[in-house]
C-alpha cells in the first residue's frame, strides 16, 4: 500500500508540473452552463458510488478502528491503509470500479449539461456584478472544468489558492480537480478519500457553501427590480443594502436620483440556528429593517472579527414592541486563517470574507445606510414600488394637514396609545399630539428627503425617513417613525428624532 502511495503522490506531482497556466476570458454564465458548473462542483462529493463507498469505508473504519479526522487537502487514503480481509479487497474493488464510473458520470454530466441548449429565461436577470475577484476566480474554475478544460482549471485553481491559501472551498475544488487528473487505475485511495471526505461535517459545510455560491449565480434578482422592502429611498443615503439569507447573499445598491442600481453582491454567513432572532444567545439573525449605527475600528476589535465590524441597530422599536432581546449584531469579517465561514456560522452576525467588507466598509453611512435582512428576498419592479407607497404617503400627507391645522382630534387617530417617542414615553399618547401641534404653531411644513422601507411578517409596519422645514426657515428637524398597519390604516407607535 506504501508503493501505492508513493506511485500516487508522484503522479499528482506530475499533475501539478504538467499544469499550464491559461488566463481564458471570463465569459457571462447562463443557465445551462450553471447547470454544468452544479455538476462540476459536485465532482468528488456527490458522484455516483460516493455514497456506497462512504457507507462501506465507514465499515471498513470501524471495523479498523479508525478515526474521521479531518484531512483538508491531501487525499492520503484512511481505512485503505489497514490490511482488507479478502471480502474487503472484493468490496473495494468493487467501491473502486463504481467510483471510476460516478467520477466519468459526473464529468458527462457536466458536459452533457454545458451541451444542452439553454431555456429562455421567463425575465431577464440582472447581471453579476463581480464584486470579489476571489469568487469570481472561483467560479471561472468552475466554468472551465464544465466546458471540459480540466488542466486550464486546474492552473487557474492553483493560482488561486496560491493567492487566498486560507480560502478554504478553493483548496476543496482545488483538490478535486487534482483528484479528478489521476488515472482510473490509481483511483483505489481516492475512494476511501471521498467517503472520509463525505462523513466529515466540514467537508459538508463546505460542499453546502459551494452550493449556496453557484446558487446564487444562477438565480439572480429580475433586472430593474428592488427588494420589496425598498419602496422609496432618499438620496441622503446613497447605498442601501439587503441580505437573503436563503442564497448565504448580501445585495449591495447604488441610490441615485435615478434609483437604486445593484452594484455588487457578496456571499455571507447568518447564525447558526438560522434566521428570526428572537432572544439573547439564540445564535439566529435578526429579519427586519435597520440601519448601521457605527463602524468599529478593527485595531480595537479581537482578530476573530477580521477588517471590522457595522453593528446595527436590533433591537429597533418593531423589535421591542414584540418582546425581541438581545443585541451586538454586526456585519464583520472572518478571522485571518479563514477565507469565509460556512452558510449557518455565526451567533447572529452577517460575516462576509474580509476583502468584500473592506468594500463595504467604504460605502456605508452611518445612521443612513439601511440593512434589510430577509429570509428570501422578493424583488418588485420601480412601479410597482411606488403603487405599494402610495398608503403609507396618504397617511403621512394626514397627519401632516392634522398638525398645520392645529386639530388634535384629528392628530390623535394617527396615534397608537402606548405611543413612544424615543425613550421617553408618553401619557395615554396626549402629551404626543399636544407637543406636535404646539411645535407646528400652525404653521406649513414641507417635508423632504423621504424614505419608505416596508416590513411585513404577519404585521404590517412601515420606517419613514424625513427632514422637514417649516414656512419661513431654512431647516428643522429630521425624522424616522414607525407605523403599523391596523385594518385599512395606518397608526404611529415610535418615532426618533434624529436631528
Known sequence: MAHSQGKRRRLVADIVRRGRLQNPPFRPRSGHLLA????????????????QASAAAKQSNAKAGSGNGASK??????????????????ASAREAKEARGGKKAAVAEAKAAAA??????????????????AEARLIAVYEMFGRGQARPALAKARDLVRDYPNFQLAQLVYGDLLAAQVPPSNSLPDTASIARMRGNPAMAELHEESRRRLQALRERPPANTVPSQFLALSTRSRYAIAVDASRSRLYLFENSDKGLKLTADYYISVGKSGTDKATEGDARTPLGVYYITSSLDPKSLKDFYGAGALPINYPNPYDVRRGKTGGGIWLHGTPPQQFARAPLASD???????????????????GATPVVTARSLQWISQPQAEKESQ??????????????N??????????????????????????????????????RVQLKDMSFLHWRDGDDTMVVTFGEVFEGEKSGRSRRQYWLRQGSEWKLFHEDILG
Open 348 to 366: 447572529g452576525c452577517v460575516v462576509m470574507a474580509n476583502p468584500d467588507l473592506k468594500q463595504l466598509l467604504r460605502k456605508v453611512q452611518i
Open 406 to 443: 392645529g386639530n388634535e382630534a384629528q392628530l390623535k387617530k394617527f396615534y397608537l396609545p402606548d405611543f413612544q417617542r424615543i425613550s421617553k414615553k408618553s401619557t395615554e399618547g396626549i402629551s404626543a399630539v399636544e407637543d406636535e401641534v404646539k411645535y407646528a404653531q400652525g404653521k
Open 391 to 404: 398608503s403609507i404617503s396618504s397617511a403621512i400627507n394626514g397627519w401632516k394637514d392634522a398638525r398645520a
Open 73 to 90: 487537502s491531501k487525499p492520503k487514503a484512511v481505512g485503505s491503509n489497514r490490511a482488507p480481509a479478502a471480502h474487503g479487497a472484493r
Open 36 to 51: 454544468a458548473l452544479m455538476a462540476a462542483s459536485a465532482l468528488m462529493l456527490a458522484a455516483p458510488g460516493a455514497a
Open 116 to 133: 444542452k441548449p439553454a431555456r429562455r429565461p421567463a425575465r431577464a436577470a440582472a447581471p453579476i456584478q463581480e464584486a470579489s475577484n
